[in-house]
């Protein structure tokens, strides 16, 4: 299984990215698909997934400027990030796991930069 992120980058502040998540490998089953971020010298945070049912859910301070979507077809996870905020600035993953959400996830891509300057 390999989890490939693209789309990170260097925006100023209020600015939009979209992370793109491409998954080979992972079988017809169903996965849980979350994104995660690390600030430096932190662990990975969550900041929103798709769970098994197809709910999403987002951490608080992504609200109402993050939305995570998938194209199964393509097997393709993506995050669009509006009004960007320097606190945004991290390394960004995509991860999977056929039953669970969290650090425990078994598939992990090896992140994408994002930077948001003020």
């Known amino acids: 299984v390999q989890l490939t992120e693209s789309g990170g980058g260097s925006v100023q502040s209020g600015g939009s990215l979209r992370l793109s998540c491409t998954a080979s490998g992972l079988s017809d089953s169903s996965y849980c698909m979350s994104w995660f971020r690390q600030f430096p010298g932190k662990p990975r945070e969550g900041v929103a997934h798709i769970d098994l049912d197809g709910s999403v859910h987002y951490a608080d301070s992504v609200k109402g400027r993050f939305n995570i979507s998938q194209e199964k077809d393509k097997n393709t996870l993506h995050l669009q990030m509006n009004s960007l905020k320097p606190e945004d600035t991290a390394w960004y993953y995509c991860?999977?796991?056929?039953?669970?959400?969290?650090?425990?996830?078994?598939?992990w891509g090896r992140g994408t930069k994002v930077t948001v300057s003020s």
């Open positions: 991860a999977a796991d056929p039953l669970v959400v969290g650090l425990d996830m078994s598939y």
